[in-house]
Every structure is written in structure tokens, then in C-alpha cells.
């Protein structure tokens, strides 16, 4: 157990290397001159050119600036972005308010997810399966901008039951309604996910067998179908909660949630590498340790599978 | 029983009767504090703002979202007439010249810096060097340039790094500036300057405290300046506070004890917080709002516009870059082939105003149609003066635009409208980003014809001719040359008498229509939105929240 992890931690090491080193080339080999929008509509004056590019070593070949940007990253240092501001100043700040918001909407779609698929799986055919089959499809048809702005208008703006923008504090009971738009494409994915496993396990010569054996219904369902059916979803998850992290951009802007998401697209938006670069370094590694958490937690949920 | 039905008749009489007097109250006082800008003194207010992009010192900020900060914090020589965009005198006692180049600037006492240091005149002075001197590389460095002896503090080399060796600047300080005493100073500037007065109000010209050349970056993080409201936190992307401070002497202070701007990513969340009276005040109506005029059922008697000094223009690339348009009558014809009227009112839903000349109306010395018969949409006259031309050699037309900005509606109708009237093929053409576009136009790679946007630096006629259509100018874009243009300038410069000047200015722009070097589109107009607990709030000439006149009800 402990040899696998150790195993997994070093495979992190080339992943991560190769995969900067391929945001760094694309991001850099982008066209533009970072400098060419920032003094108005007008060119920048030479000296100020000469001074930015200096200070952020824009004269150097790419695999210079790659490894003077990892050598930095080895002791920590994130670089600053072309507007001078540190990134890793602006990451400690973004960081958790993201993984607060993705942390609540993975609760949403785990629990409310779960127990639809469940409800749907073991009344397959009838009225609740057709319901939750139905209401999904509907979830996954319409864009996410759509559900966000649609629910913020109506709870926030006409109703006032929820707060319509998420303050800098960033609170959980901001937090509830982004969430929950955040995470309701993917409660219809975890809910479909949940049932077409459940069905086809409560077919599986075990789980008759288990029956036979005098179990009751719902033992046999909760603890034997149930946990077999879950590792599609425990990966789905997983990936999820990395996608989630980077991608709620929508999400973020609709509700003004100072994360991530927006702070990436202005980097790419404003060509500021710097920025790009370390917000994705981090989110790889972000990425490759929930990864480790859920092959690990294959073996829990399935003792076959070993990590010896 | 008797009793008790007595009792509950008589409670919901007076209660009927309180109601009755409290809706008396309430619309009283909404129609006072909507009439007259009243208001109480004190409270604080949440406004939107944006991610300032750098640092912000004055003379390195050239974006709104620290643009607007700044404003706030610091007092200039002079502050611009929220309603007519008039320079009144601030900091400054007087500004005096004989002859527009050699200029007095008297100082009032009494003015101090949030640090407790008093205002005095070589904080101007200081200041100003330090944004001319070409190594210190501040983006609003060129503000500086009519002042004598700013091309020796600049750096002349080329290359990775026009500031070393040979390319060093001369000097590190303007010739022209002169401390006489505490509360006096001279400048000299290089050619004559009719209206240094008005330039004087930009935030670039602002004076800094004496810890500033200390540690300049310290300042950027948290600035200190001589203005009503004093610099608190800043919370990167999240807010920036700001409160009254308690030794401003000056008349623009207004009533507020308090200024957060709250950053917002989209103007869409922070529109629906202003209708949801979670924000005090928004710059910016979102274009969904827009469409049939819905901020004004979503805000009824909350939301205000007014035309700002910014205005868009159609430019020709050079002529040695693209023959095809050097004839003035193809531009003409271009110009009347375009419908802007049915333009601004499908893509802008009436939020522009169409343009008449080549400077903004908020402007003084502003003349409305200055642009004539050109700008005014004809079909059968675009056609017959294309003729005239001999027709259009170059096959079909572009319109570039940057395509990371709303700009792809309009220049596309505009396309429809040239092919409908000409019969020429044109079409818009997007390029990637807006820096990517600026590259290609600054390195002169762009063909055909190209937007561009003007937003002025300072409320004068001036400042929307000669950066931009002199010869060598830095926005000269189409690289306009014509010697009676440049003439007409210099003279211009010249008038001590500002109406003889603007008179000047004006038959310069004059020259505009016979050569077209841009067409002139339209004006844009600034729509705010409000809360329902804030009042007097004004639109300055430059889309910008007025903090002197903001209050709460």
C-alpha cells in the first residue's frame, strides 16, 4: 500500500514537468505583445517596452525561461504576473474559495446524484425511473449559463431569497445557490451513472445468490450492489472535482465568485503567462493527488482490488 | 364580544391610519430627494469597480479600473466640472501666461498629503520628472511632452534596450519645470499650449509626497495623495476601500465617509445586484438590459446616461500600405454608404449618438455637423461619388476589428450597409485580440480600413485632433499628413484667447471632411444604474462616477 503510493508520488514528478512545460510552450507561442494593449489605444513608449520585457525576461529563448520559471517554482516561488502582482498571493487568496464552492457542489451531485440513481435503479421502468431519466435529460440539455442566470434572476433579483452575488468572504450560505448550479449537470451524470450500474448488478448471479442466502432486500441492495456500483461513479467524481476546480468559469462570473475559473481567462485573455502557468501547475497537482485519493478508494469500496 | 370587536376595529384603524401616513412619507421624501440632490452627510457606498491592472501610480495608470481609484484619492492643479467638463481651479491659486509658454502656477496653501506632509510645489515638480524620465518607464509618461526638455529624459536607443549605453537619456529632469518658492512654480513648454489648464486636471499630473521616491512600489500598493478620500485596503480582485479624509481643504469633498468598489468579472452580476439593492451604484448597464430600454422599467427613476468623450472612427490604413483607398472621394463615398442611424438603433439599441465630426459633443469648442453631407447616410450620392472616383480597384473591402470585444455586430452591418449602397464586396474581418490588433496596426501590417476608438485624456477639442491626425502624432494611425492641418494646430496653440483657439481648432477639423483620413461613427454614452439608498448621483464627462455629489438618501 504505502510502496504504491510512494510509486504514484514519483510518477506525479515527470507528469507534472512535462505538462507545465507544454502550458508554458502553448501559452508564450500564443501571437500578441503583452505590452500592446496597456497603454490605451496607442503604443507603449520604447523605454517602457524595453523595461517590461526585461523584467519578465521576454528576451530569453523559451527553454531558458522554462527553466528559469522552474527553478523558481522548485523553492516556491510562483513568479509574478505581468501586472506585478504575485501569483501566488492572488492562488492562496483563490484557492480556497473555489475548492469551497467545487467541495459543495460535489456534495450536491454525490448525494443528490446517489440517491436518484438508486431510486431510479431499483424501481427500474416504472414512474421514478422515467421521472429521473426524463428530469436529467432536461438538466444535461440546457447550458449551464442558462440555469445560473435564470435561477439568480428569479431566487436573487425578483424573489430576494438568496443573496444575488457572492460577497469577497465567499460564506457558505453564499455559497449554496453557485453551487448547486455548478454541480447540477453533473448530478444528472452521477444519477444516470448510479442506475445503469445498479441495474445491471441487481443481476448479477451475487446478488441472487445473497437473496437466497436470506439477506434482506435492502442489504442486499445498500451494502452489495450498491458498493460495486459505485467505483464508475467514485471515478466520475474524481475527475469531476478537478474539472469543477478549473472550469466553473461560467459559474464564477454569473455569481461573482472571485476564483479560479475567472482569474485563469483573464490571464489568457490579458496574454499574462505567468499567471496562466501557475494557476495550472497547481491545479495538475490538484488533479493528480485527487486521482491517488480515488484509485485508493477503488480498494475500499472492492477489496479484489489490491494495491499490493 | 362587543368588546373585543371594538378592540380589533380600532387597531386596524389606527393601523390603516399609520399605513396611510407612512405611504405619505415615503413618497414625500422620494419626490425631494429625486427633485433637489440633496441627501445626508456621512454613510458609505459600494460601487462597482474593476481589477486595476497595475500598480497604481498616476503616472503608470491609463486603464479606467485604477483610473477611477486614483480620481478619488488624489487633487490635481485643477478638477473637472462634473456637468460641463470644465477645468476649476483645485490645488491651484492660478494659473497665469503672457504668451502660452511660459506658465505661472501659484499654489493654494493648506492642501495636505494623507500622510500629514503639506502640498507644496516641488511635490509637482517631482512628480513630473519622475513620469518623464524615459527609464522609469511610466506608461503615462507622454502626458509630459509639451513641457521643454522632455526629449532629453527620454531614452534614444533601439533595440532590446533603448537605455543602455549610447541611447541613455540625457537628463533626468525637464528643463522646463522650476520650483520658484514653496507655493510657486514655472512651466516652459517647448511649442505653445493653448490649453494647459485643462490637461493639467489628469490624474498623471497629480502631485506625490516626498516618501514616494522613496519606494515607489510600496506606493503603488497603497497610494497616498492629496484628494478627498484616502487610500485603506486592497484586497486584490475582491475590493478596494477607501474613507473620507479629515484634512482635505479643497471644495470637492462631498458628503461621503466612505467609497468601497467592489470588483466585478461581468457587468451582469453587478447590474442585478444594483436592482437588487446590493450595490450602490453601477457604470455599466449590461447590453441584455439594454435591448428595449429594460433598465429603465428594472431601475424607474434610478439609472441616468450622457454622452461621454469617446468616439468610434473607421480608419484607412496608410496609403503606401493600401493604394486602394488614397482617394478622399472613396473615403467620402465609404462615409454616406454607411446607415448609422439604423445602426445604433439594431446593434446598440440606441445607446450611441451619431457623429457629426470628429470630436466628442462633451467637449468645449465642440461644432456640431463639421463632417457635412459625409456623414449623412445617401445611397444614390455614395454611389454616384464612387463613380466619380473611378470605382473601387482593390476588389473587395475589410473592416478589421478586434475580436475579444463586442465589435463584430456592428461591423458587420456596417459592411451591409457599404455593400447595399456601392456594390462593392466588404467585408469584416476579425483579428484574435485586441493586442495582437494594436500590433498590427502600431507595425503598419494592416490593409483596407480598421476600427478605432478615441477616449480622451482631457475635455478639449484639442485632444481629439492633434494626437490623432497630426503629422507624426502618436495615434496617428492612417498616418495623416496634410501641412495646412499642422498649421492650423501650431496656431492654434498659439491663441491665448480660448475661443480664438477653439475657432482655430475648428477649422482644422474642417479640413477633416475634404480628406476623411477616419470616418466618424458615433459618440458613446455612459448609463449608470443606482440603488434605492443613494442620491445625486452625476455622470462626469468622462463616464465616471461624480464621489463630490454622491450621497446617501
Known sequence: MYKYILRRLLQMIPVLLGSTFIIFAMVFALPGDPTAGMCGERPCAPAFVAKFKQEHNLNDPLPT?????????????????????????????????????????????????????????????????NLVLVSTLFVIAIPIFVIGATLQYYLGVKWGLRPVTVSPQATVNELLLPAFVLGSTSVAYVARLTRTNLVENLRADYLRTAIAKGLTRRRAIGLHALRNSLIPVVTFIGADFGGLLGGAIVTERIFNIQGVGGYLFTGIHNRDGVSVVGTVTVLVLVFLLVNLLVDLLYGVLDPRISHD | MRGTTRTVAMVAGISS?????????GGNSDKTTSSSAGGKAGGAVTVRGCNPQN????????????????????????????????????????????????????????YKFHDGTEVKAKNFVDAWNYAA????????????????????????GSGDDPCAGAGKAKAEKLTGLAVKDDYTFTIKTTEKVSNMAVRLGYSAFAPLPDSFAADPKAYGEKPVGAGPFKFDSWTKNTEIKLSKFADYSGKFGGKLDGITFKIYQDEDAAYNDVIANQLDVTDQVPSSAMIDAKYKTDLPDRNAAKSVGVIQTITFAPTKVDPNYADPKIRQAISMAIDRDTIIKQIFNNTRQPATGWVSPVVDGYKANQCGEYCVYDAA??????????????GKMTLAYNADSSHKGWTEATCNSIKGALGVDCVATPVV?????????????????FRSGWQMDYPSIENFLAPLYKTGASSNDGQYNNPEFDKLINEAAAQTDPAQANAKYQQAEALLAGDMPAIPMWYSTATFGWSTKVTGVKITAFGTIDFASLSLK
Open chain 1, 65 to 129: 525561461r522554462y527553466a528559469k520559471y522552474m527553478g523558481n517554482l522548485a523553492q516556491g516561488d510562483l513568479g509574478t504576473t505581468f501586472r506585478d502582482i504575485k501569483v501566488a498571493d492572488e492562488l492562496k487568496q483563490r484557492y480556497p474559495t473555489t475548492a469551497k464552492l467545487a467541495g459543495m457542489a460535489i456534495i450536491f451531485e454525490t448525494l443528490i446524484g446517489v440517491i436518484a440513481g438508486v431510486m431510479a435503479g431499483i424501481r427500474k421502468g416504472k414512474f421514478m425511473d
Open chain 2, 55 to 110: 500598480p497604481l501610480i498616476p503616472s503608470n495608470t491609463t486603464e479606467t479600473c485604477g483610473g477611477n481609484v486614483l480620481d478619488a484619492i488624489t487633487a490635481k492643479l485643477v478638477h473637472y466640472n462634473a456637468e460641463t467638463g470644465a477645468p476649476e481651479n483645485d490645488i491651484a491659486d492660478k494659473i497665469e501666461s503672457t504668451d502660452n509658454q511660459n506658465f505661472t502656477v501659484t499654489l493654494k496653501k493648506g
Open chain 2, 17 to 25: 391610519v399609520a399605513l396611510l401616513a407612512a405611504a405619505c412619507g
Open chain 2, 433 to 449: 485580440d485586441f493586442a495582437t490588433f494594436r500590433t498590427q496596426i502600431a507595425s503598419h501590417k494592416m490593409k483596407g480600413m
Open chain 2, 381 to 394: 450620392k455614395a454611389k454616384a461619388k464612387l463613380d466619380e472616383a473611378g470605382g473601387f480597384k482593390g
Open chain 2, 133 to 156: 524620465y524615459g527609464p522609469n518607464a511610466q506608461s503615462s509618461g507622454y502626458f509630459m511632452e509639451p513641457i521643454e526638455g522632455f526629449g532629453d529624459t527620454q531614452c534614444t
